[in-house]
């Protein structure tokens, strides 16, 4: 029941905010669309609908498997990145308890791991939080350092979602095999935004997320390598090989599929081309508006981020004045009430106090254009001026 | 109100008076924005009774979906932790009774929040305050007046609104009753239309004030002396945050006549009591003075006092007033007078303005 006149919507809506959610690609709804009401067999029913049902299943693992260079048998689908993370952490943890309890990760992991590792802590496992520089990298030389004898796994992710930093995956990836140290990384940003690849990375756990490539939302999955010891996170079935309880979520799985077949399919050149965009609006904004600082490495990052801070401007106030002109931008970490909250990223980069409450996060995705683009870059410089003016904050 | 339209940013704690607010002036025309403020994390990550829990903020979007107009809920937990939390600590450690809301109104609402909507190009704010904002035709000035329902008049949290507060506030609450707000919930469809006013401090986790504020300076809990006017030693309290003036009950003594709390000397960590005589007073001593027509009443004024929020208005004259400081003698003596809360002078329906307590005065 509406009765206000509810004309304060803008008639324009232009998305940036890709690193929160991105909008299912018509292909994938396309795939989904027979898994509810026709071919919505149970994977596990030894019946036509059940077999018919587990074939689509594998193939959509195929499919995933074949974006970071795993074999299917390696792919456990979750309900979702967050799933994905806390499944590894607790899995590889709990799994060689006995050889040790200590966890290494860094300050800037999402919070599905930071919190996780808060978990572990309480069932007693020790963890150390490796520091990142003012860029938000973290050196692996921190990470090889942080080892100890009773170092069961180490997480760090692939790249940041709030300020897209890139990390050397990879160089860490190769030390802790030396090691036979179990190595996890969250790969929930760079999976179809940049070229993933687990023997590359010498990664043991990937977390994925089907809803931050054009999938739909509720379901992702963890990569396990091959002989990797892991203890379940659901308890019940017998479902994924006895990794994860729980009657699959088919047509998410479906979607996950094809949302991976179409990241694959045109990764370089979508990726080119949203860092083209992203380039055009961090170059648009630092040109138009003063003490514009980028937050994060200029190159090294994901093709879609911009995280700015702007100098007397509150960073939730340029949100909403932002969302009142139909453009849709974060700064970076959404609170549970619906309000923001100070970026622990941003806090762990050391900046000054004032650059981490003026920060905004646009994340540009493939449906945007150029001219979405120039249209922020007409708003956003006419909302910061106003808002200068107004000097809250100078 | 016969405003053209004004983009107004309303205050939404998902109560019921909020709300009601919030329909009003979009029943009016104006283009009204609901904004439910965090002001603190709950204790632990859990949420509490009180306001602005999880709850809350569901309950106002839900109003705000109702009514169609947008929805935020804005982060202004620093500030409110410097200008409400830490001046509440701060006042019990010195032996004061705080008044949270009047801070979090004078530094937070009408300030934080008040910014907040002219970032957000909206002139206005609106609150579900049970109190008035008129303005005089010929001055132009602005003035705060009590609530039309006696039993609900909020004035006296708003004493320390000024000017440019008051012409940027609406408060369509103010010439209703109570009930009303209540039938005209209902026949909106609001589901929250019955639900009970928040009575507690919003931030403390059971109105357990005394443990919240010793989480924040354990050393206010070192048992000191009770002792009675002439300085003899009584027995021995707990910590001088468990008690406030005119306290009787929890003093822990075995007296043949009921005794309360008369005085609390954070200093020497002493808690003075005395028979319900001693506990009256002539007059206060009012500091940190606001005027909301930014003029002070001179002295020999005859006005009305609250000395806090659910007291009655009394007669009382001020002696003698300056730039820091206020003397005012009731017309008859009063109890309890509490250092720490907030003396509010009326004269007729309108809010003069006031300041926060210092102390008593006897004049015998």
Not at chain 1, 248 to 256: A, C, D, M, T, Y
Not at chain 2, 62 to 78: C, D, F, M, Q, S
Not at chain 2, 131 to 138: H, K, P, Q, V, Y
Not at chain 2, 198 to 213: G, L, N
Request: hydrophobic share 40%.
């Amino acid at each position: 029941m509406f009765w206000g006149d509810d004309c304060m919507r803008p008639s324009r809506q232009i998305y940036m905010d890709h690193a929160a959610t991105t909008p299912v690609h018509p292909a994938v709804v396309e795939a989904m669309r027979p898994y509810f009401a026709d071919r919505f067999g149970n994977p596990s029913s030894l019946h036509l609908f059940g077999r018919e049902a587990k074939d689509t299943l594998e193939t959509a693992r195929e499919k995933v498997a074949a974006l970071i260079g795993a074999t299917p048998g390696e792919i456990v689908f979750t309900s979702g990145g967050t799933e994905s993370d806390n499944f590894a952490l607790v899995g590889a943890a709990r799994a060689n308890e006995r050889r040790g309890r200590h966890v290494v990760t860094s300050v800037i992991e999402h919070h599905a791991v930071l919190e996780t590792c808060v978990f572990l802590e309480e069932l007693g496992f020790n963890v150390t939080r490796v520091p990142v520089d003012r860029d938000g990298f973290v050196d692996p030389d921190d990470v090889e350092r942080a080892l100890r004898p009773d170092t069961v796994l180490v997480s760090i992710m692939a790249s940041n979602n709030e300020i897209g930093t890139l990390e050397p995956v990879a160089e860490i990836g190769v030390r802790l095999k030396e090691r036979s140290i179990p190595f996890h990384c969250d790969a929930v940003q760079s999976a179809g935004a940049v070229s993933v690849n687990v023997e590359e990375m010498n990664a043991d756990l990937l977390s994925l997320s089907a809803h931050k490539l054009y999938g739909p939302k509720g379901v992702g999955a963890l990569y396990i390598r091959r002989g990797t010891r892991m203890k379940p996170l659901l308890h019940g079935g017998e479902q994924e090989r006895a990794r994860r309880a729980g009657t699959e979520n088919l047509p998410g799985i479906v979607g996950f599929g094809v949302a991976c077949e179409v990241a694959r399919g045109d990764l370089t050149q979508t990726s080119h081309y949203v860092g083209q965009l992203r380039d055009r609006l961090i170059d648009g904004l630092t040109a138009a508006v003063e003490a514009v600082a980028l937050n994060g490495h200029r190159t090294q990052r994901l093709p879609g981020n911009v995280n700015v801070s702007i100098k007397g401007c509150e960073g939730e106030s340029l949100v909403l004045n932002l969302d009142l002109v139909g453009v849709a931008a974060s700064t970076g970490s959404a609170c549970s009430s619906g309000s923001l909250s100070p970026s622990h990223v941003l806090k762990a980069l050391g900046l000054p106090q004032e650059l981490e409450q003026s920060a905004i996060r646009l994340t540009l995705g493939r449906t945007n254009t150029e001219e979405e683009v120039d249209a922020v870059l007409e708003e956003l410089p006419r909302i910061v001026s106003r808002l200068r003016s107004l000097g809250h904050h100078a | 109100m016969h405003d053209p339209r004004l983009r107004v940013i309303v205050a939404m704690s998902g109560g019921v008076d909020s709300s009601v607010a919030a329909a009003l002036l979009v029943e009016e025309g104006h283009e009204v924005i609901g904004v439910t403020m965090k002001l603190h994390h709950g204790e632990g990550g859990r949420q509490f009774g009180g306001c602005c829990t999880f709850e809350d903020v569901e309950d106002a979007r839900r109003v705000a979906r109702v009514l169609g107009i947008p929805h935020y809920v804005v982060n202004l937990i620093e500030a409110f932790e410097r200008a409400v939390v830490d001046d509440f600590v701060s006042e019990y450690g010195r032996g004061r009774t705080p008044n949270p809301c009047i801070r979090c109104n004078q530094h937070v609402k009408f300030d934080v929040l008040m910014r907040r909507a002219q970032e957000l190009e909206a002139e206005h704010i609106a609150t579900g305050h049970y109190a008035r904002i008129s303005r005089d035709g010929t001055t132009g000035q602005y003035r705060l007046l009590r609530g039309v329902d006696e039993s609900k008049d909020q004035s006296y949290v708003l004493y320390m609104m000024n000017q440019e507060q008051l012409a940027r506030t609406l408060m369509p609450l103010g010439w209703r009753e109570k009930a009303d707000t209540r039938t005209l919930a209902r026949r909106l469809g609001m589901d929250i239309a019955d639900k009970p006013d928040s009575q507690e401090i919003c931030f403390v986790e059971h109105d357990d004030y005394a443990r919240f504020v010793l989480s924040r300076n354990p050393s206010l809990s070192r048992p000191g002396d009770i002792v009675d006017s002439a300085g003899n030693r009584l027995g021995q309290h707990r910590g001088v945050v468990h008690y406030t003036i005119g306290q009787r009950h929890g003093l822990g003594l075995a007296m043949p006549h009921p005794v309360y709390v008369t005085s609390i000397d954070a200093a020497t960590n002493t808690l003075t009591v005395g028979p319900a005589e001693e506990l009256l007073a002539d007059g206060l001593v009012v500091a940190d003075l606001h005027w909301v027509s930014g003029s002070a009443p001179g002295p020999g004024s005859d006005l009305e006092v609250k000395i806090r929020y659910n007291a009655a208005a009394v007669p009382a004259r001020i002696a003698e007033v300056g730039t820091e400081s206020a003397t005012a003698h009731f017309q008859d003596p009063q109890r309890a007078v509490t250092p720490g809360q907030a003396a509010v002078f009326y004269r007729g329906e309108e809010v003069l303005g006031g300041g926060t307590i210092e102390a008593s005065v006897c004049l015998s």
